[in-house]
């Protein structure tokens, strides 16, 4: 059975930083691009970015609104993927899910785990 | 970046109705990458179509995926008590992967 389960979120002040984790099974996690999609309160889905494998040199991409501030990265011997989030704005608020892509199709998510940036 | 406009923004409807969904992209989708997904309260979204009308292993035969171009539509033939949720569509065709703003589906 495949399953992802998030964990790190909390608290946070404006500026402050945080790192998500992200433990995986119940399938080959080096087989897999793994992303980050996020969901702020009662709003919709936004993608954050995603992890691609070692044959394309674990290259990462982000969206727009989190580039320079978020790395993603993974762990092949833990099957587990990161998201260490910097320089935290209010507008991140969100319910961060981690997602198994298959050419761009999410067919697992986590369970979420919800970051507050507040003062 | 890719816009998908999703209308209506909420559906009333009553169960045994047919719900028709739909989801416009500010621009062709090509290769079919155009997939659904729901998302019931307090749970993670979960995939139901990809591939414009590729149904998700386990899900149930009444939900079927249409459209080409910027045009897609998601049907649902006869509503279940479990289909009322939020609905959204993206686009995996062009980076970055986009979502439509949702189509909330609630009990008449």
């Known amino acids: 059975e495949v399953q992802l389960v998030e964990s790190g979120g909390g608290l946070v002040q404006p500026g402050g930083s945080l790192r998500l984790s992200c433990a995986t099974s119940?399938?080959?996690?080096?087989?897999?691009?793994m992303d980050w999609v996020r969901q702020a309160p009662g709003k919709g889905l936004e993608y954050v970015g995603r992890?691609?494998?070692?044959?394309?040199?674990?290259?990462?991409e982000y969206a727009a609104s989190v580039e320079g501030r978020f790395t993603i990265s993974r762990d092949e011997s833990q099957s587990s993927l990161y998201l260490q989030m910097n320089s935290l704005k209010t507008e991140d608020t969100a319910v961060y899910y981690c997602v198994r892509d298959v050419g761009g199709v999410y067919n697992f998510w986590g369970q979420g785990t919800l970051v507050t940036v507040s003062s | 970046e890719i816009v998908l406009t999703q209308s209506p923004g909420t559906l009333s409807l009553s169960p045994g109705e047919r719900a028709t969904l739909s989801c416009r992209a500010s621009l062709a989708i090509g290769h079919d990458y155009l997939a659904w997904y729901v998302q019931r309260p307090g749970q993670a979204p979960r995939l139901l179509i990809y591939?414009?009308?590729r149904r998700a292993t386990g899900v149930a035969d009444r939900f079927s995926g249409s459209g080409s171009g910027t045009d897609f539509t998601l049907t649902i033939s006869r509503l279940e008590p479990e289909d009322f949720a939020v609905y959204y569509c993206?686009?995996?065709?062009?980076?970055?992967?986009?979502f439509g703003q949702g189509t909330r589906l609630e009990i008449k």
């Open positions: 591939g414009i009308f």
């Open positions: 119940g399938f080959t996690f080096s087989d897999h691009y």
């Open positions: 992890s691609r494998l070692k044959a394309d040199s674990y290259r990462t």
């Open positions: 993206q686009q995996y065709d062009y980076s970055p992967i986009t």
